[in-house]
């Protein structure tokens, strides 16, 4: 590493969407929560990602919005390590804060046809809510590109903790002495069921491990898939359709998943023609595929801190974990945060809903 470090993981957050000043300003909104509970307890940094495909200006509206301060080091690490520029939050030294900008983020050449079959929209299994080429590319660039970032080497283990999770108290736990106690190779804080989004993965995991069978100390590997009946040559045992897990909060040890069998198999499902922009995969539909096919006994590797989560921010009651991922911040909700994490008034808590979904209020910052 460039210099000596405290902290031994890095949120690593990239910053491609559909809407992306609205993906800031939710991520300014939620920062305080972030460094109160989240980052300075737990001893994370973070690092921004602005890929040449997001929207232009993005990565200044970024830096002011969130309200980053350059840091003292960032002169002697930009030297060593390229475009990268470190910040501190506020007056905060207990983390650092990284922005990078990368090249635009290519996609299969299969995806280039499928997209345009579907005015650029990918659907789950084909049919419902369509989403975003950027959306699509966001999630699959976690499982494979992301540990081409030379920051990573700096840390032992990466998050990926989207930007609009909010924090509430600070965790119960210490993840790294956790994750160090257990041997995890993972951590995640929910599980889900297996949904159309997640069409044909078997079949690519039972092409894998065919096409691979020498990468692995069985010759014949043979269960059921979640909840079906058909059992496949060359698949992995999938105790129940919960071992899919919420990819809002997860973790993992970067020697672990940034190996070559690892990347191999992410490579693989980056490129299967009925994959991420066919049937909307996401990098939810690949942590649990990539321990079952090389972990055995993989749970007993895997950390959960489901316990740490609110489902819902429905009332007061009900906000019984440290924090709670808002995908749509009704007011109610903003309420209850903005009063819970700062001691504001109503009044202000509308103000900040009002700026977290407003496009003009973020770009009004940098003028």
Known sequence: PYTEKRNHGVVVLLMLESAPFNMVETFARAMPSWDKFFLTPQGLDVLLVFPDNAAKDIEQVAEKAIGLKPHAENDDLNRKLGSLKVW????????????????????????????????????????????SENYVT??????????????????????KVDYDVFF???????????????????????????????????????QFAKENRQDFKTQHISFRQYSKTTTY??????????????????????TFWNSK????????????????????????TYWHNALALYLPNYNSKVLNIEAERTMTV??????????????????????????????????????????????????????
């Open 168 to 206: 509430l108290r600070p965790l119960a736990l210490n993840l790294f002495q956790q994750m160090e106690e257990r041997q995890a190779v993972f951590v995640h804080s929910g599980t889900a069921v297996q949904s159309p989004c997640g069409t044909d993965m078997d079949s690519a995991m039972a």
């Open 88 to 131: 501190r939050y506020k007056d905060s030294e207990d983390f650092r804060i990284y922005t990078l900008r990368i090249p635009k983020i290519s996609i299969p050449s299969y995806a280039k046809h499928q997209l345009a079959k579907t005015d650029g929209k990918v659907t789950c299994g084909g049919s419902g809510r369509g989403f």
């Open 261 to 284: 069998k690892l990347l191999k198999l992410a490579g693989f499902l980056e490129n299967y023609p009925n994959g991420f922009y066919a049937n909307r995969w996401t990098d939810q």
């Open 233 to 254: 040559d060359y698949t992995l045992d999938f105790p129940h359709a919960g071992d899919m897990y919420e990819g809002n909060f997860v973790g993992g040890r970067i």
């Open 138 to 159: 966001g999630n699959m660039w976690y499982i494979n590109k992301m540990f081409d970032l030379k920051l990573l080497s700096c840390y032992k283990y990466f998050f």
């Open 314 to 367: 429905s009332n007061e009651e009900e906000l019984q974990g440290s924090f709670f991922h808002a995908k749509t911040l009704d007011q109610q909700a903003m309420n209850l945060y903005c009063e819970t994490v700062f001691g504001c008034s109503t009044e202000a808590a509308d103000e900040m809903r009002h700026q977290m979904t407003s496009a003009e209020a973020v770009m009004g910052i940098v003028k």
